[in-house]
């Protein structure tokens, strides 16, 4: 996290110094030069408070289908909580919301936040000798590093928190009553409420949801990171390239900096705390810098760890479990729900047995079964987001889709093919489905019916001829036997 008016290099450099003379464990240290938190074995945890109150603050969808972003208040007395901390916990959801592609996806989203006490208010701020009894332990100086550290403590915390309240939580925050900008990203978010809240926030869920490495290229030595594994958004090599769906043919690789249009997507060196070495896509990003939108290929990482929690469609009416029988001619009403992005629409399809129905492309499919022959069917819906901030989805977060097994075994008789007979009579013929048979029945007035003929199927036909002439109206029908 670059703070304006100072490099990572010197925050991170005073910091690793600064903890250094007293001695801090190795696990603070490493969260400081990488702003990423390590989730220890939970060992013990059941010693640590699980109770706390969980409030809604944006509910689009159910839980099981949703990414759930969780607020837990640090720092906040119990005055604090009744008096401030869900406003300041919704101001960090519109935050969040505020920023691309967090705003595109906002309805894939469910906002909680859990108020847990802390004795008193604020952060620990050991070089200003500030030390607060806080409930997860926070500590940061935001005069150096700015990166606000959880002890293993907190994490277990906050695993119980999350197992008692809301186990399918996808995105934990930490906000920490402080107005002392800081942050940190990599188990959960750690934010506090200070004037730079915005871009700090949604930088580190570039870390903690998208799973992204820092594009800084402050390259020291001395500094010893180790960083080995390769992240959506940084390379060690020229090619493959994992971003190259994002690159135009003819541009240079390597690509030189400060002779690139803008938004030109390529493989720039410097990132990961290194000015070799290591490559970015784009000359700048929210990883590299706050203020800034984060790139193409950051954006598609978070766009598909966004939809891989909160995946298409939610559920579909009538239920998808069973199979559906049709035994008469009446249609059936399929629909599904889903969210919608902000400003485009989920593209959506039905089949019949795997073909395409014409026209089916709405949320709803109405089904006839006398469109269809007496069989089985598979009716499926597949659902696509056509967005244009992704180009490679190989594991299909950002589709889904439901089915339902079918079975049309509608009992029905149709008479036609009227021929006359040499004798004077004449005949006509049955079809359809009778499985248990029928009975041709005649009516000089439709009120009044006789058994003429029993009769069954052969072939999926039938014959009846009356051999003699019929004076006047006469009418006939055929009965399916139950």
């Known amino acids: 996290m670059k703070k304006a008016g ?24 490493a969260a400081l ?25 944006q509910q689009s969808g159910p839980v099981s289908n949703r990414l759930n972003v969780v607020i837990f208040s640090e720092g906040y007395t119990t005055n604090d909580l009744a008096n401030h901390f869900l406003a300041d916990a919704t101001n960090a959801m519109d935050n969040l919301f505020s920023y691309e592609p967090y705003q595109e996806y906002q309805n894939y989203c469910n906002v909680y936040a859990i108020a847990v006490p802390s004795i008193n208010s604020g952060s620990t701020h050991p ?26 403590t907190g994490l277990v915390k906050m695993t119980n928190l999350v197992n008692s309240l809301l186990p399918q939580a996808g995105l934990p925050v930490v906000l920490v009553n402080d107005v002392l900008d800081g942050g ?12 730079g809240q915005r871009e700090i926030l949604c930088h580190e869920t570039g870390h903690t949801l998208g799973k992204l490495q820092d594009e800084y290229d402050y390259g020291y030595p001395d500094l010893n990171l180790n960083i080995v594994t390769a992240a959506a958004n940084t390379s060690q090599t020229t090619n493959p390239i994992s971003w190259s769906a994002w690159i135009t ?40 810098t706050l203020g800034s939108p984060f790139c193409a290929v950051c ?31 009446q249609s059936q009403l399929f629909s599904i729900i889903e969210p919608q992005p902000l400003t485009h629409n989920l593209a959506n399809q039905w089949t019949v047995n795997g073909t395409p129905a014409s026209g089916a492309t709405n949320l709803t499919f109405l089904f006839s079964p006398g469109q269809y022959t007496n069989g089985n069917y598979t009716l499926k819906v597949t659902v696509h987001d ?16 439901l089915t339902w097994k079918l079975s049309v075994n509608v009992y029905q008789l149709n ?36 058994a003429l003929a029993t009769g069954s199927l052969s072939g999926g036909l039938y014959y009846f001829t009356n051999a003699t002439a019929t004076r006047g109206s006469y009418y006939y029908r055929a009965r399916l036997q139950p």
Request: glycine share 10%; net charge positive; with cysteine.
């Open 6 to 29: 100072e490099t990572f290099h010197r925050m991170v450099r005073k910091a690793l110094s600064r903890f250094s003379a007293r001695r801090a464990p190795a696990a603070t240290a």
């Open 33 to 57: 030069a990488g702003a990423i938190l390590s989730m220890l074995p939970l060992t013990g945890r059941a010693q640590y408070p699980t109770s706390g109150r969980l409030f809604t603050l």
């Open 127 to 152: 070089y200003y000798l500030t030390t607060n009894n806080t409930f997860f332990g926070s500590s940061y100086d935001p005069a150096y590093d700015y990166i606000i550290t959880l002890p293993a």
């Open 184 to 195: 940190g990203g990599g188990v959960a978010d750690v934010i506090s409420r200070g004037a």
């Open 249 to 288: 043919n003819g541009t240079p690789i390597p690509t030189p900096v400060n002779t690139m249009p803008a938004g030109t997507v390529g493989l720039f060196a410097g990132a990961n705390y290194q000015t070799t070495g290591w490559y970015r896509p784009q000359e700048d990003c929210m990883m590299r």
């Open 299 to 329: 954006s598609e990482a978070l766009v598909k760890a966004i939809g891989q929690k909160a995946r298409v469609p939610d559920n579909g009416n009538p239920a998808t479990n069973g199979i559906i029988t049709f035994t008469n001619l």
């Open 386 to 401: 056509p967005t244009l901030l992704v180009r490679t989805d190989p594991s299909n977060y950002l589709g889904g889709s």
């Open 415 to 450: 008479l036609d093919n009227i021929r006359l007979t040499s004798a004077g009579g004449f005949t006509f013929r049955a079809s359809g489905n009778a499985p248990y048979g029928f009975v041709i029945q005649g009516s000089s007035n439709l009120m009044n019916w006789q």
